[in-house]
Nanobody, 123 residues
Framework: QVQLVESGGRLVQAGGSLRLSCAAS????????MGWFRQAPGKERRFVAA????????YYADSVKGRFTISRDSAKNTVYLQMNSLKPEDTAVYYC????????????????WGQGTQVTVSS
């Protein structure tokens, strides 16, 4: 069974940086694309970033492009999200997920989620 454990979220001031981690277990995740989503209070869960199985290609939501960087360490079954120039609108619970093909941008495609990690950006 897939297990996803996100970490690294905390309170940070606007303009600051954070690095989130997601440790996956239960499969050989070098064969899986990995991605990040976020859910702000009262809003639906939205796609943030994704990385292909071999790490060669990355995808970003327009709202984070140029500020966030996704990376992976397949040997550790871990995906990271480096977040720079944080804004109050980045405040959300951040979740990761995996897919044997490409990460779908529709979060509704996934039925299993970890507990997420809270990122709060103060103005």
């Amino acid at each position: 069974q897939v297990q996803l454990v996100e970490s690294g979220g905390r309170l940070v001031q606007a303009g600051g940086s954070l690095r989130l981690s997601c440790a996956a277990s239960g499969r050989t995740f070098s064969n899986y694309a990995m991605g990040w989503f976020r859910q702000a209070p009262g809003k639906e869960r939205r796609f943030v970033a994704a990385i292909t199985r071999n790490g060669a290609t990355t995808y970003y939501a327009d709202s984070v492009k140029g500020r966030f960087t996704i990376s992976r360490d397949s040997a550790k079954n871990t995906v990271y999200l480096q977040m720079n120039s944080l804004k109050p609108e980045d405040t959300a619970v951040y979740y990761c997920n995996v897919d044997p093909e490409l990460i779908a941008t529709n979060a509704g495609q996934y039925h299993y989620w970890g507990q997420g990690t809270q990122v709060t950006v103060s103005s």
